[in-house]
């Protein structure tokens, strides 16, 4: 029995998205402070918030979201940076998956919206 969901049709949809709709795949946990205070589990990241590195080379390091380029769907944090063959300093780009929010960028109210009472 064949899946209807195949792999290759997955990475299809990904890479055809139009842009808002792949401003939604960038979206990483949320700490146990945060979680705990917003009743969410994830939620799509942003310029300025404080994340923490959760795997990788630059494990356990924390910095403030500097760009996320929505077309490669990928984040750049301030302050940490790889050095080239000839010399420069990049920022490394990380995948939103491989972060967690420590702190939310605080100015953005349309983020969340008071909910219903009693829904």
Do not use: W
């Not at 997955?10 to 795949?25: C, E, G, N, T």
């Not at 959760?54 to 050095?83: A, P």
């Not at 990049?90 to 829904?119: C, H, I, W």
Request: net charge positive; aromatic share 4%.
């Amino acid at each position: 029995m064949v899946s209807s969901k195949k792999p290759s049709k997955q990475r299809k949809r990904v890479v055809d998205a139009k842009l808002h709709v792949r401003s939604k795949f960038i979206a990483s946990h949320l700490s146990k402070e945060l979680r705990d205070k917003y009743k969410k589990r994830a939620v799509s990241v942003r310029k300025g918030d404080v994340v923490k590195v959760m795997c990788g080379k630059h494990k356990n390091k924390t910095g403030k979201i500097s760009k996320v380029n929505v077309r490669n769907l990928k984040v750049t944090i301030e302050g940490i940076l790889i050095k080239r063959k000839d010399g420069r300093e990049v920022p490394v780009k990380f995948d939103a998956s491989n972060l967690m929010v420590t702190e939310l960028y605080k100015d953005d109210e349309k983020r969340f919206k008071a909910r219903k009472q009693g829904a």
